[in-house]
């Protein structure tokens, strides 16, 4: 059983940054590849960005240049830094993984608001 928890959502101001971070449970991330969803009230959860195990990176056009999601290993942790806020990034934000099973996070809310 794979235990994913997400952290440090928050409310920030437009423009401002916010760093998630999801650890798991076993040492899944150098063998899978990873994602981050989210999903804002009344819409359907989408794909915000994943990283491979060799590192490849694919960002939701929403949010490329402003986005960034790495691998940290000594942590054991996928982490998703997020510059330029704006209002619509506001959601309920998600780590994935996918092998025997999808495995989700219980999520971490972002609210984006002056």
């Known amino acids: 059983q794979v235990r994913l928890v997400e952290s440090g959502g928050g409310l920030v101001q437009p423009g401002g940054s916010l760093r998630l971070s999801c650890a798991a449970s076993?040492?899944?991330?150098?063998?899978?590849?990873m994602g981050w969803y989210r999903q804002a009230p009344g819409k359907q959860r989408e794909l915000v960005a994943y990283?491979?195990?060799?590192?490849?990176?694919n960002y939701a056009d929403s949010v490329k240049g402003r986005f960034t999601i790495s691998r940290d290993t000594a942590k054991n942790t996928v982490d998703l830094q997020m510059n330029s806020l704006k209002p619509e990034d506001t959601a309920v934000y998600y780590c994935?993984?996918?092998?025997?099973?999808?495995?989700w996070g219980q999520g971490t809310q972002v609210t984006v608001s002056s």
């Open positions: 994935n993984v996918n092998f025997d099973d999808s495995y």
């Open positions: 076993g040492n899944i991330f150098s063998r899978y590849a």
């Open positions: 990283i491979t195990t060799g590192g490849r990176t």
